[in-house]
């Protein structure tokens, strides 16, 4: 059974970093995508940034690029989320979502795409 825990969120003053984790387990293979979403209030889920597990290649939205960094530990069962320079905007539910991959589409950051989900983190960005 793939179970996807997150942790690290919190409140934050803009400017500041804040660093997510999802702890993955329970992949028949070791290979997959890991991806993070985020949904604001009254906003549709947003993909921020995904990683494929084989060869720690990544993507990012283009409203996180150059302040977020999505990595994964040397065994491929945690994935982070470093984000910094947080803005109000970031202020968001952060989900970790993932799915079994061998290199095709791994970079796609649609929702419907990922069958495993973590159960959400708040992140707080204040001005």
């Known amino acids: 059974q793939v179970q996807l825990v997150e942790s690290g969120g919190g409140s934050v003053q803009a400017g500041g970093s804040l660093r997510l984790s999802c702890a993955a387990s329970?992949?028949?293979?070791?290979?997959?995508?890991v991806a993070w979403f985020r949904r604001a209030p009254g906003k549709e889920r947003e993909g921020v940034a995904v990683?494929?597990?084989?060869?720690?290649?990544?993507r990012y939205s283009d409203s996180v690029k150059g302040r977020f960094a999505i990595t994964q530990d040397n065994a491929k069962t945690t994935v982070y989320l470093q984000m910094n320079s947080l803005k109000p905007e970031d202020t968001a539910v952060y989900y970790c979502?993932?799915?079994?991959?061998?290199?095709?589409?791994?970079?796609?950051?649609?929702?419907?795409?990922?069958?495993?989900w973590g159960q959400g983190t708040q992140v707080t960005v204040s001005s």
């Open positions: 329970g992949f028949i293979y070791s290979t997959k995508s």
């Open positions: 990683i494929y597990s084989g060869t720690s290649i990544t």
């Open positions: 979502a993932a799915k079994q991959s061998y290199g095709g589409g791994w970079w796609s950051l649609v929702e419907s795409d990922f069958p495993y």
